[in-house]
């Protein structure tokens, strides 16, 4: 199991590379094909059933040792459950898709990016190195960028994958800093560098004690609630709705947002049942049920409504593993996997609702059943398990959930009222994503209605019977995953009992009760939210205004602006600027330690001047002075020019040949370039005003003052001639060679020369690219 | 822009003398004054005042290659000559030398093509900014 697994990890990886190639070549039947990659994983996994709770797998290679990193990998019952609800329903999606995205030239890159997916998320759910997680976990963020801006010729495709990896993107920083931290204070508690790093050794020691605690606690449960989309953090996973319905069905169901989910539950026995943990954890699934279960009445959109009951689902997930009882925490498999079901039936049975009549506005749907007879009973099933309807698996996890709260003490009666509030919307929404589209009488739709494709049906109708046959009949799931999992995340191995009927005690014909009241109750308020969708949405979206997710906007805004303005500071445009720039900064950086050592330029080399070297000199500064006054450019660049030879001349007269010779080639190349560039300069020089000529003036001043002060510091300063001489000595016998600049160049340090070449290279790729751009905008407008 | 005849003239004798000095100077650069760098320079000169006696399209013919392909070519050469001492398990860029001198060239070494590596990526790159700038300079 433990190599299989890895190979599990990695596989989708592998696929993901040749998928738009098979989907070149096989067009929508090759979601039929690539469904095996899952599928094959899948029966690798169920394989490796019954997994007994406590029981583990692992598999680890060193990585980086010194800093305890390692790629470890480990299965016990919680991953094997994500791990099958990954592959399973991924299969479904990828088959799904197929018919889905068919004729989408795009179809290819959508398989890549949902197996890569697929792929990190199995590395997210088996990691069980905190380095290892922590790539896994950024990899889910990247492909889900993707495949939420998949359409990305649109602008809400672009905006909404963008707030996606924005929100996980920063979540994902913080959880890396929690992970070291955790690391750091593991290894204060006496683990070694691997142990420490490891999650399973992890809980051997008492972190909840370790005075990092609170720090590790945070950024983890921040990280963990930007992911599973919790208030108010929630609001990119409704605008992810931008991605095609498979993404929406995958990212909600298994993956993505539930990785969030299974890291607290992953972490439950490190860092659970603390104060702080039971409150803020409790606290944050408490406002996020709430909040998610009422926005799903005030929408229209299929898929909305869907995206705020998952929003609801999350913070009831959330709210059970921050309770942290072992009733919680059966209770979260349970629904967990329950929602898993159901999820993906029903974003399934909304796409297809969507592809088959073009709307996905519920006030336009209705009488599909004759249409769509499969799907119908898809989404009516799907919705029964979701409402919590009897016999269905959401209806043992709903008992569940009433009986939990019931079961706490203090706060248990506020509890329940909330969880019936939730689920009170819930069952409406589930009646209006699955009654209201399908009973009825039938109305027109933007294209005409007919039955999906098999590939289309198949994946829905066959997730809502497994809602339907693991509510009748449970024991397949309590005595083994369900049992497992909750033992992992209780860190204590438990068993599971799951029923639907209860008998006839106390708290469970209250329940019963309960459950009932919210069937009947949330009926009712379908029947009237259903025709007053308009005004509840109208209501809604201005409550969005003053939201989490406006809040988001205003700052990416104020971040453009802020960007904006400080480049229009600091990058004008204007080669001057850059100029003045770069010239004073040299000054400042040069003149401070010059200053300092001042005294030092005491034994100046005062030397007999002689007549050509007066005459070298004059010209030099001559040549200055001229390009500085002189109006016409030409004169002005002739004028330097005189400067150029006249420093060559000094290599000369200084005997440096090699040097005079570069200057003079150097010199006419300039030229030329010179003048090539003044065709596209305006003719005439404008005088530039008078403040900013004083202060250029003062500018060149100084430059030329430091320069010399520098140079005439060089020349008093006694070299440490060891290198020097080193080459001198060895250019002959070593290098072959008599001229030891060249050696130097070529041989002694021929690495700096590759550098410089390479720099050279790039330099005029740059200078030729932005030529070229000029050159062909130019033509364009021509044309 | 329009040559003159004496310019013209002038040039198809220069330009050969120019390149011939170019390849000198690349030649005797490791025991004289020059090298690759100064070779590369010349001969981009030669190139430039090509340009100048006629004009870009015929100085581009007059070169043969693009130069973008010299730059190129000229890395890939230097580093190339850098690679062959790991062939023999010496350290990268370490300079091997072939035992007898050729006429006319001298000692052959990787050191030498390193250095002709250098002389064409500065040919290269120097004609590829000066014919693309008067390009847009003709076009503009």
Redesign the interface.
Known sequence: MADTMVICVFLPFLVALVAPAVARMLGRRSGWLLALVPAGIFVSFWRSLPIAPGETHTWRIPWVPDLGVELAFLADGLSTTFAILITGIGALVLIYAGDYLAGDRRLGRFYGFILAFMGSMLGVVLADNVVTLFVFWELTSVCSYMLIGFNNETETGRASALKALIVTGAGGLLLLAGLILMMIAGEQLGLSSADAGRISALTTVDLRGHELYPAIFALLVLGCVTKSAQVPFHFWLPAAMAGPTPVSAYLHSATMVKAGIYLLARMHPILGDTWLWTNVVTAFGLVTMLVGAIATLGQKDLKRILAYSTIAVLGTLVMLIGVGTEMAVKTAVVYLVAHAFYKASLFMVAGNIDHETGTRDVTVLGGLRRLMPFTAAAGLLAALSKAGAPPMFGFIGKELLYTTKLSIESVGAYLVIAAVIANVALVASALMVSVKPFLGRSRPTPKKAHEATVAMVVGPVLLAFLGLARGLYPEPFENNLGSAAASAILGENVTMKLKLWHGVDPVAMAVLGLSLLTLAVGFGVYTMVKTRLEPIGRAMHRLEAIGPGRAYELSLEGLYRGAGWFTQIIQSGYLRHYLLATLAVAVAVVASPLVRGLREISGLPVGSWRVHEVVVAALAMGGGVLAATLRSRLAAVAALGTTGVAVALLFVLFSA??LA??QM??E??TV??LV??F??LPRVVPRSRWGSRVRDLGLAIAVGVVMSVLVLTVATIQPDLAVSEYFLAQSGPA?????V???I???FR??D??GE??V??V???G??AL??L??SR??EEVS | MRGSLILQTGTRLLQMLLLLFSVFMLLRGHNEPGGGFVGGLLAAGAFALYMLAYDVQAARRALRVNPLTLVGVGLLIAAASGAAALIVGRPFLTGLWHAKPIPGIGKVSTVLAFDIGVYLVVVGTALLIVFTLAETERDG
């Open positions: 040949p090699d010779m570069t080639v150097a006419a190349l030329i370039l090539l560039v065709y596209h290098a072959h060679g008599r001229n600049v060249n050696v160049l070529v041989d021929a690495m020369t590759l070449i390479t050279l290279a330099a005029g790729l200078v030729f030529l070229r000029r050159l130019r033509k």
